[in-house]
Structures are given as C-alpha cells and as structure tokens.
T-cell receptor, first 114, second 113 residues
Framework: DTAVSQTPKYLVTQMGNDKSIKCEQN?????MYWYKQDSKKFLKIMFS???????INETVPNRFSPKSPDKAHLNLHINSLELGDSAVYFC?????????????FGPGTRLTVL | SQKIEQNSEALNIQEGKTATLTCNYT??????LQWYRQDPGRGPVFLLL?????KEKRKERLKVTFDTTLKQSLFHITASQPADSATYLC????????????FGKGTHLIIQP
C-alpha cells in the first residue's frame, strides 16, 4: 500500500491553463504539506495543513490554492499556469507536524508548462 | 535571510570508506535537524532526526552530529556501499505546529565499487 500518493505523476500543459494535483495519505496523519522542487533541486515549502486548517502559507502566488476536503487529502489547484511553475511538486504528511515528526513524501508530480 | 549550505554538488567515495556530508546554516535557530535521502524520480525518504540539545545520533551505519555553536551538522555513512549512492538532503525545522522544513540543496553522493 502506498503511504502518500499523488496524481498525476506527470502533467504537461499550456500556459494560462488551470490544473489540479491530488494527494492522499493513508497513514492517519493530521498534517499535510506541499513542497516545490525547482530545476536547481531546491525543495521549498509552499503550504501546510493541520486537521484541514491552513497553517503555513509561504510566499506563494495566490494562483496556487490548496484544498483539504478531509484529513487524508490535500489537493493543489493552480490557476493561469506560467512557465516558471514548471517543477516537481511533492506532497508530504506527518503525524502532528511539530517537534521533528518524520515527514513522508509522495512520489512527486512533474509539471511542465509549455 | 535563512541559508543552508551543503558541501559540494557531488561527492565521490570509494566503496567501504566513510562518506562525510556537511550541512551549514546561517540566520536560523533550528529546534531540530533531519537528514533525508532522495533517489532520482522519487520523493525524499527520512533517515535521521537530531534535536538542538543532542550532539550525536546513530542508526546502523549512519551517524549524525549537530553543533549549534558552529551551526553545522555532519552526516556520516560508514562502510559505504554503491547502494548508498543518492542525493542527501539536510532539513531544518523550527519546532512549531505543522512545521514546514527548510531544505538544503543536497549533496549528490556517488559510491564507486
């Protein structure tokens, strides 16, 4: 069983389109995250949710909107896609989100904006 | 601004030797530090956690040290094997709720047979 899963694994789209990436975890964790890994391999936190409530929202354009329908799911919707949005997006989850809990990462979604 | 530096983009080590990876940070007071392994096309996988009040942690062939005065962590893999070849990421956390990690760029480790 996959602990943290993401769909799709690859996403190729045109500039200006709107797309969503889905994430699900079956670990029973309370906290979920979205990270972006750019072409230089830097992994940066975008959002974190604890019990469906937004906790962290780093300086991310408001074209990016996370949605958490329940504790096990955290989806990422991106409006008006730009070339600079091309990256690998990772979803992660942890037990409670504090004190150094292990974060479990999904396999990533490679987004390519043409 | 916060900065995390990991030593060199690629580190070549002969099989059987000890690999030592460095993580330095500035403008940051972490409550803990974690090391992750990332293989190509995959998400990071947790390896070790060390807290600010700890000096050293071990797990099998892995050892991590944490010096908050030097603002540095060292990550050691003893008796290295080709299967240890991967990118190793250092990550810092502040310790608050839903703590998003701040990652370094990673060190690409290559263990040569």
């Amino acid at each position: 069983d996959t602990a943290v899963s993401q769909t799709p694994k690859y996403l190729v789209t045109q500039m200006g389109n709107d797309k969503s990436i889905k994430c699900e975890q079956n670990l029973g964790h309370d906290t979920m995250y979205w990270y972006k890994q750019d072409s230089k391999k830097f992994l940066k936190i975008m959002f974190s949710y604890n019990n469906k409530e937004l906790i962290i929202n780093e300086t991310v354009p408001n074209r990016f909107s996370p949605k958490s329908p329940d504790k096990a799911h955290l989806n990422l919707h991106i409006n008006s896609l730009e070339l600079g949005d091309s990256a690998v997006y990772f979803c992660a989850s942890s037990h409670s989100g504090g004190g150094g809990d292990t974060q479990y990462f999904g396999p990533g979604t490679r987004l390519t904006v043409l | 601004s916060q900065k995390i530096e990991q030593n060199s983009e690629a580190l070549n080590i002969q099989e059987g030797k000890t690999a030592t990876l460095t993580c330095n940070y500035t403008n940051y007071s972490p409550a803990y530090l974690q090391w992750y392994r990332q293989d190509p096309g995959r998400g990071p996988v947790f390896l070790l956690l060390i807290r600010e009040n700890e000096k050293e942690k071990r797990k099998e062939r892995l050892k991590v040290t944490f010096d908050t005065t030097l603002k540095q962590s060292l990550f050691h893999i003893t008796a290295s094997q080709p299967a240890d070849s991967a990118t190793y990421l250092c990550a810092l956390g502040k310790g608050g709720g839903a703590d998003g990690l701040t990652f370094g760029k990673g060190t690409h480790l290559i263990i040569q047979p």
